[in-house]
Structures are given as structure tokens and as C-alpha cells.
């Protein structure tokens, strides 16, 4: 399979604990996004990254979050200090030109 | 800003009957425009786009949109659904020449297939 990967599928997580989601993009892509969905929304911009380089953050990434694609590759998303509002699916998306992007299965996140 | 908003968060049809999902738009400028579906527990697979040219965007599994300039809407039509259509589905905008600035989507729509 050659779409894009997200790991892993489920997190759950206690209050004030971090943690740090995986995507793989689809290979020959550059681009590489991360969206949050919430229940009955839908997707919402975080974070845009172009080859290494991150181009673009959203102001709902709060100082709480990082994200990496160190080697223009796979890219991770770490969450510090998690809150029961960071609970939703967090989402990677890929592509090669820019508009048609490829979305992951998304990580499930929970706080409990 | 862009803004998208999907007018109906809830539309139930019966199996064979035809579907309209609406969707208006937002923008200061000149934008593509998407339709993604989401089924449960899964991420967004792309059903359609306009980028440009013709109005009529024919996509995936017998879905059609129509871009109206005008009335700055990109409606989604299927003549015939089927239970297999049951699922969520997001309209959608970015800005020409890459979007640094990501998708915007709307709330999305829960269409309900009735048998």
C-alpha cells in the first residue's frame, strides 16, 4: 500500500501527559499537512510542511504542540502536557502539487 | 478568509433516489474547490475537484458537482444512491498555486441512506 500512514490509529492518554503521533506520507510527495477534527466538525488546519521546511502554523497550535519532518520524510506531531480539549482525530494529509491532497486514517486521540 | 458552509447537517434519502449536498463558499479570491467523503473511523478520501475550465465536475462513484461563480456554490449531485453512500462528506476551498495555508472545510454533511 503506498497511501499515506498515521500511528498509531488509537491514543488514549491522562491528563498532563504527552504524546507524539507518526505520519508517513505517500513517497514521492513534498508536501505534508496535519489537521485536528472534533466530533461533528470537520477538519481544521494546523500545520503545513515543505520538504523539511515548516512553511505554515495555525494559531490553534498553541505552544503545546511541535511538529518535525526532520528529513523531509515521515513527519511527528507531539503534544505536551495534553488537555481533555486535545481530544479528536488528528489527521495527515500528502501531496506532490499542492492541491490534491491524500489524507491518513488519522489518530484517534483521548484524554482522560 | 476563506469560509465554507454546508447548509444541512443531516440529509436522509431513500436507496435509488437522487441526492443534492449543498455547499457555498467564501473568498476574497479565486479558489479550488473539493469534495471529500469520510466513512466512520476513517480519514477523507477525495471525491472531486475543480481547479478549473468546465463547471461540471464529474467524480468518484457516480458523484457530479457544479461550480456556480455567481452564486460562489459547489453543489454535489448523485441521480441514484445507494446504502454504500451512507457516510460523511466535506466541501471544501484552498487558495491557487499550493495553499500553504491548508484546506478549509465546511462542518460536513451526514448523508443517510434509507432502505
Known amino acids: 500500500d503506498t497511501g499515506v500512514s498515521q500511528d498509531p490509529r488509537h491514543k488514549i492518554t491522562k491528563r498532563g501527559q504527552n504524546v507524539t503521533f507518526r505520519c508517513d506520507p505517500i513517497s514521492e510527495h513534498n508536501r505534508l499537512y496535519w489537521y485536528r477534527q472534533t466530533l461533528g466538525q470537520g477538519p481544521e488546519f494546523l500545520t503545513y510542511?515543505?520538504?523539511?521546511?515548516?512553511?505554515?502554523k495555525s494559531r490553534l497550535l498553541s505552544d503545546r504542540f511541535s511538529a518535525e519532518r526532520p528529513k523531509g520524510s515521515f513527519s511527528t506531531l507531539e503534544i505536551q502536557r495534553t488537555e481533555q480539549g486535545d481530544s479528536a482525530m488528528y489527521l495527515c494529509?500528502?501531496?506532490?502539487?499542492?492541491?490534491?491532497?491524500?489524507f491518513g486514517p488519522g489518530t484517534r486521540l483521548t484524554v482522560t | 478568509a476563506q469560509s465554507v458552509t454546508q447548509l444541512d447537517s443531516q440529509v436522509p434519502v431513500f436507496e435509488e433516489a437522487p441526492v443534492e449536498l449543498r455547499c457555498n463558499y467564501s473568498?476574497?479570491?479565486?479558489?479550488?474547490l473539493f469534495w471529500y467523503v469520510q466513512y466512520p473511523n476513517q480519514g477523507l478520501q477525495l471525491l472531486l475537484k475543480?481547479?478549473?475550465?468546465?463547471?461540471l465536475v464529474k467524480g468518484i462513484n457516480g458523484f457530479e458537482a457544479e461550480f456556480n461563480k455567481s452564486q460562489t456554490s459547489f453543489h454535489l449531485r448523485k441521480p441514484s444512491v445507494h446504502i454504500s453512500d451512507t457516510a460523511e462528506y466535506f466541501c471544501a476551498v484552498s487558495s491557487p498555486g499550493g495553499g500553504a495555508d491548508g484546506l478549509t472545510f465546511g462542518k460536513g454533511t451526514h448523508l443517510i441512506i434509507q432502505p
Open positions: 494529509a500528502s501531496t506532490e502539487r499542492g492541491y490534491e491532497q491524500y
Open positions: 475543480y481547479l478549473s475550465g468546465s463547471t
Open positions: 473568498s476574497s479570491v479565486s479558489v479550488y
Open positions: 510542511f515543505q520538504n523539511e521546511a515548516q512553511l505554515e
